[in-house]
C-alpha cells in the first residue's frame, strides 16, 4: 500500500465515526415514534399509511406475529414484481420495447430483491424497462432495505427490554424507515450523484457513431435514483450491467469515496444504537472495534496480493506485476480493493471491480467475508443480527469457560437461544456447501463453467455463497442465466434470508420475556479488550471449520497453481 492508500483508509474511518452518532441518535427517535426533524412532512403521510393499511403502530407484536407479517409482505410484494417483470412488454415507460423475462429469469430476479440480495443474471440497460428498474427493483431496494434494518431494531429492543413479551410492530417499524431514514437520505444523496455526473432522465438511448464508424448504443435512464438506494441500503443491484465500474453510475473519485461510505453508515450506526439502547455504549464500541479490526486486515490483504499480481507477470518483463485486470484505470489497485472489501463485509455486491478477475487470495477475501455471514458491519440491519450471533455464541462459551450461567447485557443466555443461533448458522452452511456441491457435479450446473480447475471450482462456490449471503456480487466468469442457476440460487437466496432473521426474531421474543441482572465481580464483561479479541476468535473460528475446505479446493489451489506457473485455457 502506498501513502496515499493509507491516508485513504485513515479518512474513510474517520468521516464513518463521525457520522455513526447522530445517524444512531435520529434512528432512535424514529424507532421509538418520537417527533423527529422530519415529522412535520412525514408524520402525516406515516399516519395516512396507517389508516389504509388498518395497521395499528401502537401493537406490541409478540415474535411469532411480527415474523407472519414480515413473511406475507415479503410474499406479497416478492409476487407483485414477478408478474411486474413478466407483463413488462405491455407497460408503459420502455421506449426499448424490451420483453418480459422468462419464468426462472422473473422469479430469480424477483426472489433476490425480495431478499436484498440483488443477484443479476442480465444486464440491466439490456434486459429492463425503465417502469421496471423503478417499479420492480428500486421500490424493492427500500423495502427489502427496510425489512433488514426493522429485524435488527426488534432484536435490539428484545435485548434491551426489562420484561414483556413485544418485539414492536413490523408495519411501524418498516413504514417509519423509509419514511424518515431511506428516503430522505436517498433525495439528498441523488442529487449528489447527480452534482457529480450520474445521469437521471428517461430518454430513449442514443446511437452514437464511433471514429471507426461502428454504431454504437448508449443506454441512460433513471440511475441516480437507484444507486443511491442500492448503496445506502447494501442491495447493490446495478442499473447498468458494469455496476459501479459504469461511468454514468459511478463517474468521480469523490463518487466512488461515497458510495463506499454509504454502505457501511447505517450498519455503523446501529451497532452504536444497540450500545446505546443496552446501556452500554462501551459494548457498542467494542462491537464496532472488532467490525473495523476485520474490514481493515481484509483491505490490506486483498490489496497486498492485487499490487503484488501475478509473478508469471514479472517473469515475462512486466515493470510492474500489479494486477490491473478487470478494473477501473480511473480507480485502480486500492479503490478497486477497497470497495470489493467493503461490498462483502455489507450484503451489498455493487462492484467498481470485476471480482472474478482478482488474484486468488485476493478474491479469497471478498469471498470469506460473505462467508463469515457479512457480519463485519453488514448490511443494513442483517449484519447486525448476524455479528449478534456470533455475540451470543461468544458470551455462551465464555461463560462455559468460567463456570457461570452466560449472560449477555444482565440476560441469561440459555439452551434456547443458543439453538435457535445454531439453527440459522448451519442453514447457512448447509445452503453454501450443498447447493455448491451439486452445482460442482451436476451437469447443468458445470454447463454454466468458463473456467477450469480451482478457478472454476471458486466461481460456482462464489455464485452460492453470495445468494445464501444475500449479497448479489459475483465471480462473473460463470454463465449463470439459465433455469437451473436461476432456480437454485433463488432458493438459496430463500434460505439465505428468511432462515437467518426468523431465528433471530425468536431469539428477540426470547429474551424480551426475561429479567435484567444486575452484573456481579464473575459476569463476563463485553466491553473491553478481552472481549473484541474472543469475538474475533469465534468469527475466525467457526468460518475457518465450516468454510475452510471448500476454500482449499477453490482460491487457495489457484493461489498455488499459479505459483507454479500453471496456466490454463
Not at 461510505?261 to 472495534?289: D, E, Q, T
Not at 478487470?326 to 485502480?332: I, L, N, S, T
Not at 473456467?451 to 454463465?479: D, K
Request: aromatic share 12%; net charge neutral.
Amino acid at each position: 500500500m502506498t501513502t496515499r492508500d493509507t491516508i485513504q483508509l485513515g479518512l474513510y474511518l474517520i468521516v464513518l465515526i463521525l457520522a455513526t452518532k447522530p445517524l444512531a441518535l435520529h434512528l432512535e427517535k424514529v424507532f421509538e415514534g418520537s417527533k423527529n426533524l422530519l415529522s412535520p412532512i412525514f408524520g402525516p403521510i406515516e399516519k395516512l399509511i396507517y389508516r389504509l393499511l388498518g395497521v395499528n403502530p401502537d401493537e406490541d407484536q409478540h415474535w411469532t406475529k411480527y415474523s407472519i407479517d414480515l413473511l406475507v409482505f415479503s410474499g406479497v410484494t416478492c409476487g407483485f414484481t414477478y408478474l411486474l417483470l413478466r407483463a413488462q412488454k405491455f407497460l408503459p415507460l420502455n421506449p426499448q420495447g424490451f420483453a418480459g423475462m422468462t419464468p426462472d429469469l422473473a422469479y430469480n430476479t424477483a426472489m433476490s430483491f425480495t431478499t436484498n440480495t440483488n443477484w443479476q443474471s442480465y444486464g440491466g440497460e439490456s434486459t429492463l424497462s425503465y417502469l421496471s428498474q423503478m417499479l420492480a427493483l428500486t421500490f424493492h431496494n427500500f423495502i427489502s432495505a427496510a425489512v433488514g434494518i426493522a429485524v435488527a431494531v426488534a432484536l435490539i429492543r428484545g435485548i434491551s427490554k426489562k420484561e414483556g413479551k413485544g418485539i414492536g410492530n413490523f408495519w411501524a417499524d418498516m413504514i417509519r424507515c423509509n419514511l424518515y431514514v431511506l428516503l430522505p437520505i436517498c433525495i439528498v444523496y441523488a442529487l449528489f450523484l447527480i452534482s457529480q455526473g450520474v445521469i437521471q432522465n428517461f430518454h430513449a438511448y442514443d446511437i452514437a457513431t464511433t471514429l471507426e464508424g461502428v454504431k454504437q448504443t448508449i443506454a441512460q435512464g433513471p440511475v441516480a435514483s437507484q444507486v443511491a438506494i442500492k448503496m445506502l441500503g447494501t442491495n447493490g443491484g446495478g442499473f447498468f450491467n458494469a455496476n459501479a465500474a459504469h461511468p454514468y453510475e459511478n463517474p468521480t473519485a469523490l463518487s466512488n469515496f461515497f458510495q463506499m461510505l454509504s454502505i457501511f453508515l447505517i450498519p455503523s450506526a446501529l451497532v452504536y444504537l444497540l450500545g446505546r439502547r443496552v446501556r452500554n455504549k462501551k459494548h457498542g464500541w467494542a462491537v464496532w472495534a472488532a467490525m473495523a479490526i476485520i474490514f481493515v486486515v481484509g483491505v490490506l490483504i486483498t490489496a497486498h496480493y492485487e499490487y503484488q499480481g501475478n509473478p508469471k507477470l514479472a517473469e515475462l518483463g512486466c515493470s510492474s506485476p500489479a494486477n490491473m485486470e478487470g478494473k477501473e484505470a480511473r480507480f485502480g489497485i486500492f479503490n478497486s480493493a477497497f470497495f470489493a472489501t467493503i461490498t462483502t463485509d455489507a450484503s451489498c455486491g455493487a462492484v467498481n471491480a470485476m471480482h472474478d478477475s482478482f488474484t486468488p487470495l485476493g478474491g479469497a477475501v471478498p469471498l470469506s467475508n460473505i462467508m463469515l455471514g457479512e457480519i463485519i458491519f453488514g448490511g443494513v440491519g442483517s449484519g447486525l443480527y448476524g455479528m449478534l450471533m456470533y455475540i451470543l455464541l461468544t458470551v455462551f462459551i465464555a461463560g462455559l469457560m468460567i463456570g457461570r450461567t452466560p449472560e449477555y447485557v444482565g440476560k441469561k443466555i440459555e439452551g434456547r437461544e443458543i439453538k435457535y443461533v445454531m439453527f440459522a448458522m448451519i442453514v447457512m452452511a448447509l445452503s453454501i456447501l450443498g447447493f455448491t456441491a451439486w452445482g460442482a457435479l451436476d451437469p447443468r450446473g458445470l454447463a454454466g463453467l468458463n473456467n477450469p480447475a480451482g478457478h472454476g471450482f471458486s466461481e460456482i462456490l462464489y455464485a452460492y455463497t453470495s445468494g445464501t449471503g444475500n449479497n448479489g456480487s459475483a465471480f462473473a466468469g460463470l454463465s449463470a442465466n439459465t433455469p437451473f442457476w436461476n432456480w437454485t440460487l433463488a432458493f438459496a437466496m430463500f434460505f439465505g434470508r428468511f432462515f437467518m432473521m426468523i431465528p433471530m426474531l425468536a431469539v428477540a421474543g426470547s429474551l424480551a420475556k426475561k429479567k435484567i441482572h444486575p452484573g456481579g465481580e464473575g459476569t463476563f464483561r463485553v466491553d473491553n479488550s478481552l472481549f473484541v479479541g474472543l469475538l474475533i476468535g469465534v468469527i475466525l473460528l467457526v468460518g475457518a471449520l465450516t468454510f475452510f475446505p471448500a476454500l482449499s479446493l477453490g482460491p487457495i489451489a489457484e493461489h498455488f497453481d499459479m505459483l507454479q506457473g500453471h496456466l490454463f485455457k
